[in-house]
C-alpha cells in the first residue's frame, strides 16, 4: 500500500468514534502523527478498544509511529 493510499477503516471500530475521541487524537498529533503510548492512552482514558482509537487516527489520516505491541 502506497502512502498515498487512504487507509480503509473497519467499520466495527469507526462506529464507535466520539466526537471527543476524534478531536483528543487530532489535538494529539504532532505533524500528522501520533505515537503507539498515546494513542493507547487515549484508548484507555476515553474507555474503548485501542482499535477504536486507531480507526480514529485512520479517519483523520494520522500516522501511527512508534508502535510497540502491533495494536494499530
Known sequence: MSSDTPKTVDQRWSGQITPELAEAVKAAA????????????????????YK????????????????????F
Open 52 to 71: 477504536v482509537a486507531g480507526a480514529a487516527a485512520d479517519e483523520a489520516g494520522i500516522k501511527v509511529k512508534n508502535c510497540d505491541l502491533g495494536c
Open 30 to 49: 504532532v505533524d500528522g502523527r501520533i505515537t503507539c503510548p498515546v494513542l493507547r492512552k487515549l484508548a484507555e482514558s476515553f474507555g474503548v478498544a
